[in-house]
């Protein structure tokens, strides 16, 4: 089936039962950070560094990573189009 110029593919939208499904799991945040937050507290290192790692992410953002090669050095990305019309 070709792509119609000016129609979309998804006409209805996003399903809702993934929006249904987001806004149930958000009911919990509180208790789950609540649950992280015991874990962190917890006696068990792999517990305690799981849960403190899991809420410094949630509350700040995860960290930028480098990509680099198996040297160590910054990755170069070069694009190359095979003609104007991919670009």
Do not use: C
């Not at 517990?47 to 170069?76: C, E, V």
């Amino acid at each position: 089936m070709a792509f119609e110029k000016g129609k979309s593919g998804n006409p209805g939208g996003r399903p809702k039962a993934h929006g249904d499904l987001r806004e149930l799991a958000r009911q919990h945040t509180t208790e789950a950070i609540e649950r992280l937050v015991e874990w962190m507290r917890s006696e068990n290192p792999k517990a305690s560094t799981y849960a403190a790692s899991a809420l410094i992410d949630r509350g700040w953002g995860k960290a930028p990573q480098a990509l680099t090669d198996g040297d160590g050095n910054p990755l170069t990305i070069t694009f190359v189009a095979r003609d104007e019309r991919t670009l």
